[in-house]
């Protein structure tokens, strides 16, 4: 079946502007997160969804994040008034649920570049 | 404080040489796994592993070899006669049965060269 796909795959905008990624996760996959990864770093957790529950939004790094989960499904990371700093790669996961066991599939991503 | 680290940086190697990437994590629950991932050139993240807590056996899966020992809290990951293809950022990650999130190291970049 499909995997995670995240659409776009490149965004570059200028400082300022307001951008949304999406995220489909794989079908039946009732987790999805979302991580940010800059330059030559590691993956940086920014907010977990699972189900119905209400999402862990403890990584996110400032009010100008923010990530809604359309009926448990689709998933859009929205950056206001972006920043230079913003530019990462975006990474969205998803897996079949909750438990710490369950490993995570992983999207291309989204490269932003903030001018 | 970090929960996963990674001190390799960068490791080049040979073709054909053997390879191991470090991973040292820290953890206050009884209860987690630990896993690998690579990161090849495209960008595209792979699951390579999971280990759980419970489980100490060594894993060999072809040329990929895994040794987590607890005593040393380490999943240390072994490449025999690597291949170009290896060459990727891998990622060490645990995660803690009471909690959502996924700890991420900040990757070793392994370059095979031919």
């Known amino acids: 079946g499909a995997g995670v796909s995240q659409s776009p795959s490149n965004k570059v905008t200028e400082k300022g502007k307001d951008v949304e990624l999406r995220c489909d996760p794989i079908s039946g996959h009732t987790a999805l997160y979302w991580y940010r990864q800059s330059l030559g770093q590691g993956l940086e957790f920014l907010i977990y969804?699972?189900?119905?529950?209400?999402?862990?939004k403890s990584g996110l790094p400032s009010d100008r994040f923010s990530a809604e989960r359309t009926g448990g499904s689709v998933s859009t990371l929205t950056i206001q008034r972006t920043q230079q700093e913003d530019s990462a790669v975006y990474l969205c996961?998803?897996?079949?649920?909750?438990?710490?066991?369950?490993?995570?599939?992983f999207g291309p991503g989204t490269r932003l570049t903030v001018l | 404080a970090q929960k996963v680290t990674q001190a390799q940086t960068e490791i080049s190697v040979v073709e054909k040489e053997d390879v191991t990437l470090d991973c040292v994590y820290e953890t206050r629950d009884t209860t987690y796994y630990l896993f690998w991932y690579k990161q090849p050139p495209s960008g595209e993240l792979v699951f390579l592993i999971r280990?759980?807590?419970?489980?100490?056996q060594n894993e060999i899966s072809g040329r990929y070899s895994w040794n987590f020992q607890k005593s040393t809290s380490s999943f240390n990951f072994t490449i025999t006669a690597s291949q170009v293809v290896d060459s990727a950022v891998y990622f060490c990650a645990l995660s803690e049965a009471g909690g959502n999130q996924f700890y991420f190291g900040t990757g070793t970049s392994l370059t095979v060269i031919p």
């Open positions: 996961a998803s897996s079949l649920g909750t438990s710490g066991s369950r490993e995570q599939f």
């Open positions: 280990r759980n807590s419970f489980d100490e």
């Open positions: 969804f699972q189900g119905n529950s209400a999402p862990d």
